[in-house]
């Protein structure tokens, strides 16, 4: 289940040092004829700049990312809350509350956290940011400690005001395949099985970034539709995400497609034991959603995809390395 919010919607380039290293918005993508003469231009940064190396020496990104930390421990504080109220709460279908709650709950916090760092609060918009090029990857891994390191202070702020029992029957509100349940021969596993749980998380993932995050990411919806409406979209397909997750499998110990790894990572590390098995799953299905996305943005033709950055995009980094290597 996942509670991502974050998303790259503004171009977290920094301005020259001249202008003082102030994060901006994206501005107007160069026009498609355009694209040719900027490639050019572009083929002669050093891999240190498409990486963004001097980012990790610059305040301001450290200091963004401190909207990051904050913005993902009320995230996994939250939701984590949200569904243990839910399923305690004596109702027909609390995976439809939860799901309106996840989607109400996100778009407040994108809004909150976008002025301070463009809003990722997510490691799937981090990382997928990094490979379209809108952020450098430096920048990426330094939202995603931040992100990371949020989840654990959200678990355990969460652990402070529950019970021992709530802990232990909803483990922490973590990501989980499976539990252990009794049977009437002793103890038995019940949950979904890794291969599902792992497609689901590719794809659960694949259709947040498609159906949602790409208007952030195109300056052109985003300017049209408006901050307000698109993180409302955001958080409303996040919530359908959800729902449709936890009510296709309708398998008991199976927590739903967690579509974000720094909440899932926190109750893991907060609460252990078996919030470890297959935890990969909640890490390797978003990223293998981001690669085929980036591979989508870069099939589609360029006059549809109107953003700004690709300095640092994936491939322009995988050409610059080849490049030294002759």
């Not at 974050?6 to 004829?33: D, L």
């Not at 995809?305 to 030294?324: N, V, W």
Request: proline fraction near 4%; hydrophobic fraction near 50%; aromatic fraction near 10%.
């Amino acid at each position: 289940m996942a509670a991502d919010a974050g998303n790259v919607y503004v171009n977290m380039e920094e301005e020259s040092h001249a202008a003082g290293n102030r994060i901006q918005p994206m501005s107007i993508a160069p026009a498609p004829a355009q694209w040719t003469a900027d490639e050019k231009k572009q083929s002669s940064f050093s891999i240190s700049e498409r990486l963004g190396l001097d980012e990790f020496l610059s305040l301001n990104v450290w200091r963004a990312s401190v909207g990051e930390l904050l913005g993902s421990a009320v995230l996994v504080f939250m939701i984590d809350t949200i569904v243990i109220s839910t399923i305690e709460t004596d109702v027909k279908m609390p995976n439809l509350i939860l799901s309106i709650l996840v989607a109400i709950i996100i778009a407040i916090l994108l809004l909150a956290v976008h002025p301070v760092s463009g809003g990722h609060i997510n490691p799937i918009i981090s990382f997928s940011a990094a490979l379209v090029g809108l952020i450098s990857m430096s920048r990426a891994i330094i939202y995603i400690i931040a992100q990371c390191a949020g989840g654990v202070l959200g678990a355990l702020a969460l652990k402070a005001v529950v019970s021992s029992n709530i802990e232990r029957t909803f483990s922490l509100g973590g990501c989980t395949l499976t539990v252990i349940a009794p049977g009437p021969q002793g103890p038995v596993i019940i949950g979904l099985e890794t291969a599902q749980a792992f497609w689901l998380e590719v794809f659960c993932s694949f259709v947040f970034l498609f159906a949602s995050v790409w208007m952030a990411y195109d300056h052109r919806q985003r300017n049209s539709i408006g901050l307000i409406p698109v993180f409302s979209i955001i958080g409303i397909v996040l919530g359908l995400l959800v729902f449709v997750s936890t009510t296709v499998t309708a398998t008991k110990g199976y927590a739903g497609a967690g579509m974000n790894p720094a909440r899932c990572f926190g109750a893991a590390v907060v609460r252990g034991g078996h919030l470890w098995e297959e935890h990969w799953i909640f890490w390797a299905g978003p990223a293998v959603a981001c690669f085929a996305f980036y591979v989508y943005t870069l099939i589609i033709p360029n006059n549809h995809f109107h953003a700004e950055g690709f300095k640092h995009d994936f491939f322009g980094i995988l050409r610059t390395i080849s490049r030294l290597e002759r």
